[in-house]
Structures are given as C-alpha cells and as structure tokens.
C-alpha cells in the first residue's frame, strides 16, 4: 500500500537537504574565488582565453614542445607550411633552450594602450573568422611554467614596423632568457633573414634584396640577391638583445646568429682543476 502524502513529503524533505547542501557549498565557494571557478577550476592547460581574448586552444595546436631525449627547443609555428622545425633540426640545432616563434608581428590596440601582437599567417585562419592576436604572455601560458623557466633563447619571426616589440616584455615570462632576437623597430620580416639568424654566423648576414617579375605564364617571381637592384625591397637582419640573469634591460644588442644559440666550448687546455686549500 502507498502513501501519496507520505512520499510527497519525503520527497520535499529531501530536496529541501539537496538546496540546502549546495547553498552551502556555493557560498564556501564565493568566500574564496567565483562560484564557477570553484565548481569548474580550469588547469593551466585549459584556459581557454588569451590576453587579447583569442583563442589558446588555436594557439596550442602550432606549439611543438621537445620530442626526443637530448632536444631542448621549442616551437610555435603559425607560418604557412609550419617547416621552421624541421629547417631548424635538419641545420644541427636541437639542444639550445630556445623558442622559435614563426609569425606575423605588428602593434594593436588595446584597453591597456598600444601593444605587440603575434598572429598567424592568413591562410590558417578560418574564413569569415576575425584573426587572433597573442602576447608574450600567452606564449608563456602555453609553452608552460616549467618549460619557460628553461628557455635561454628566444627568437621572434614578426614584423616589427611599428617598433612596439619590447625584448624585455618577452623576457619578463620567460625570466632566464639571456637572448631575444627580433626585427628591429621600423623594419619588416622575412622569412630568410629569420633563418640566417638562426643558422648562420652574425659576421656572415648581410642584408638581402628582394626583386619580383612576371614570367611568362604571367606569375609573379621573387629572387633574392646580395647586391641592390632597381625597386629592390631591402631584408634587414635581425637583431639580438643580449641579457644578464636577472637583468631587466639588455646590455648590448647585435646582429643576431648562430653562435649565440650555439656558443663555443671552452678549450680543454684553458681549464683549471681546483684542488682545494
């Protein structure tokens, strides 16, 4: 036999426990953070929102962290093709605690005032999507704590026409970082000098001069050559600001190159042995 009255009335009970238990934890929640960051406390992996509220789920998917025992770089590769790695490991380069950002660069406007941005290259960003802008800040977030800690090269792909990239912006999350190498203010990007100055040594990089012409199929070739040419356009080298551990400004910037990621060893002959007092 059933009791209607009865079976309403615990059912009342009981919800009346089950508000009552929430609004406890909800409020102990609210004492300490936002009821949804206590109910869904997001790891550093899922942050879904960068500094200038783009995406960094679409971010992590061009970050290639070290794969193999022995190799100690870092990649973000938001470049058309995404071969930087491969250009990188296939020149020698895979244990230099360095980060390869391959992007475009340029100044945007932000409610905190003018600041430098990273953003991919157009043909990765979806059609009818706006572009997603990234700060030093963001790379930090994906790269991860650990791993940023660990980084002592940075080098920066981007334009930098507007001369808002600030070296010690970058070295500010990636706090052990002794080079950042970047495009000089006023100066564009190109992808062969970022490569020169990853690869070859800063007395050999020169600017290039980039000429274009129609063939006969009516396409558009570029050509690069050494000296200037008529309506040439000029590739500056890029350049390193050089940091002292726990300085916040550089104390010399130079042409960037190869020697820097890939310093030489110490002579055996000029080391000394100490044998204690």
Not at 149 to 159: M, Q, S, V, Y
Not at 186 to 199: R, W
Not at 209 to 236: D, I, M
Request: proline letters at 7%; glycine letters at 8%.
């Amino acid at each position: 036999m059933t009791f209607p009255h009865r079976t309403k009335m615990m059912n009342d009970l009981r919800s009346f426990f089950i508000r009552l238990l929430l609004g406890f934890a909800l409020a102990k929640c609210a004492a300490h953070a936002t009821v949804f960051a206590c109910i869904v406390k997001p790891s550093a992996n899922e942050w879904a929102q960068g500094e200038f509220e783009a995406d960094l789920n679409y971010l992590r998917k061009f970050y290639t962290p070290p794969q193999a025992i022995g190799e100690s770089n870092h990649y973000i590769d938001m470049w058309d093709g995404r071969k930087i790695r491969q250009k990188i490991i296939a020149a020698g380069l895979t244990n230099n605690r360095a980060l390869f950002v391959n992007s475009h660069g340029k100044r945007i406007a932000t409610g905190m005032g003018p600041r430098y941005a990273l953003y991919p290259h157009e043909s990765l960003v979806p059609a009818g999507q706006d572009i997603p802008y990234f700060s030093p800040a963001d790379l930090a977030r994906i790269v991860g704590k650990a791993h940023a800690a660990g980084i002592h090269n940075i080098l920066i792909a981007g334009c930098n026409a507007e001369g808002s990239l600030s070296p010690a912006e970058f070295r500010e999350y990636f706090v052990n970082a002794t080079n950042v190498t970047y495009m000089p203010g006023g100066e564009l990007g190109y992808q062969p000098m970022f490569l020169q100055a990853a690869l070859s040594h800063s007395s050999n990089i020169r600017s290039l001069f980039e000429t274009s012409r129609t063939n006969q199929l009516g396409e558009v070739e570029y050509h690069l050559g050494k000296n200037p040419a008529p309506k040439a356009t000029r590739l500056s080298p890029y350049v390193a600001a050089l940091f002292r551990p726990g300085a916040t400004k550089p104390f010399r910037t130079q042409t960037a190159g190869r020697e820097i990621l890939q310093p030489p060893k110490p002579s055996r002959s000029l080391s000394v042995v100490s044998k204690g007092r």
